[in-house]
């Protein structure tokens, strides 16, 4: 198993330890990952108890690879990791500096308005000449990157050797190795059901040993180097739904990276891969079972008979009313006694099969007295079926005015 997904795997499941040890020997292996820098420097700030100083080593590591190579994406969380390592140092001053560095690159960075109010707050107990309210550092680190060490692989045969091809003597052609889709033509797809979903990266030879993939409740990465030189980086943050992380799998085959996202709540339907809304900030200390509980209980599938509801000041909740229709237009069970005649039991007959809610209608306009059919048709003709008054005393005052639904604009015909 590649070391970086060990490590990966490791800080996921918060042995912090173990990801650094893991890290530390994929850097050997690779040491221009710029994502091994960060994701190392995450473990050494929450290992116990974290080394604050190596975090802020390979922070500003990470952050002048990513520089040299432009990979914005990657320059904001080298930033962040190094604005968190340099509070935890109590260097509020340059921790601010960097935090702002952030926010000039990406606003919307769902951490800063907590990391803002921690370091606001440190700053506000210090004078201005404290040697930890100043700012000593540029926005760029001038350190040293370490150098990428050659493979030197043992050679079998003797450069005059060439292997022959045993059909037409000519030399194969050697086989290629790396990714081989260029990093504008690879693209993603996804789907899902009800209780996964499914991600592909459409790469070819992409590294099983050199590719970092990170799978978080909230997020995602993957991370994988190309023959450039530089790394390809794919990212979803937040994810539109919170998903459960250690049962998701990933797999790299021979013309795609493909991960099964299992979803948190199951039956729950994404209509996008991201979130725009950011997910919660690192660090929050705050506990979302609460909301998580209540999201649930508003995805959970639902009876197939409910019928629908409208909004109502009521008490009691809003009224299915074709659940109401149903039972007025309900024929009624009763035994009749010797020699009593039907009564309105033809009228049920005759409306029942019918749609309920015009069946209800029906039944009310036929058994109501003269002045509350005036009233019904009366309001009902003058407004353009707009209205149903039962009312006389008021319609009879005057013309019932057209009310058309709320959007929608009365026009004369």
């Excluded at 221009?32 to 820098?37: H, L």
């Excluded at 043992?154 to 260029?182: D, I």
């Excluded at 021979?254 to 900030?281: I, Q, R």
């Amino acid at each position: 198993m590649d070391q970086a997904v060990k490590g990966a795997a490791a800080l996921q499941s918060k042995d912090f330890s173990a990801a650094v040890t893991h890290y530390s020997e994929a850097i050997a292996i690779n040491s221009q990952a710029v994502d091994y820098y960060i994701k190392r420097s995450t473990a050494y700030t929450r290992i116990s108890p974290p080394d604050s100083a190596a975090s802020l080593r390979d922070a500003e590591v990470a952050l002048t690879l990513a520089s040299k190579r432009g990979k914005r994406e990657l320059i904001i969380q080298a930033q962040l990791r190094r604005a968190i390592a340099l509070f935890s140092l109590e260097q509020y001053g340059d921790a601010k500096a960097c935090f702002d560095w952030v926010k000039e690159m990406d606003k919307d960075e769902k951490s800063l308005q907590i990391w803002g109010v921690k370091v606001e707050n440190k700053l506000k107990g210090l004078t201005e000449d404290d040697p930890k309210a100043k700012v000593t550092i540029q926005r760029y680190p001038d350190v040293e990157v370490p150098k990428q060490k050659e493979d030197k692989k043992p050679t079998s045969l003797q450069p005059s050797e060439p292997t022959m091809s045993a059909s037409n003597g000519s030399t194969p052609a050697p086989k290629a190795e790396g990714v081989q889709t260029p990093a504008n033509k690879i693209r993603h797809e996804w789907y899902q059901t009800d209780n996964t979903v499914v991600v592909s990266l459409f790469a070819k030879g992409v590294p099983k040993d050199k590719t970092t993939i990170d799978i978080q409740n909230t997020s995602l990465a993957i991370s994988f180097p190309l023959p450039t030189g530089s790394d390809y980086n794919f990212s979803l943050d937040p994810l539109y739904g919170e998903i459960d992380a250690p049962a998701s799998t990933s797999k790299i085959l021979s013309t795609k990276v493909e991960l099964v996202l299992k979803k948190a709540t199951p039956g729950e339907k994404w209509s996008s891969l991201e979130s725009d809304t950011p997910a919660a900030a690192e660090d929050k200390g705050t506990n979302d079972d609460g909301a998580n509980e209540v999201k649930r209980a508003v995805l959970a599938d639902r009876p197939a008979n409910t019928g629908p509801s409208y909004p109502t000041s009521s008490k009691s909740g809003p009224k299915n009313w074709d659940k109401v229709a149903n039972e007025l237009t309900k024929k009624p069970k009763k035994e009749k006694k010797d020699g009593e005649e039907d009564g309105d039991d033809g009228l049920e007959e005759e409306f029942e099969g019918a749609d309920p809610v015009n069946g209800f209608f029906q039944q009310l306009y036929s058994r109501a007295d003269p002045d509350t059919r005036r009233a019904m048709m009366k309001s009902y003709q003058e407004s353009n079926g707009t209205a149903l008054s039962t009312n006389w005393s008021e319609v009879g005052k005057g013309k019932v005015e057209t009310q058309p639904p709320d959007g929608m604009e009365a026009k004369p015909w």
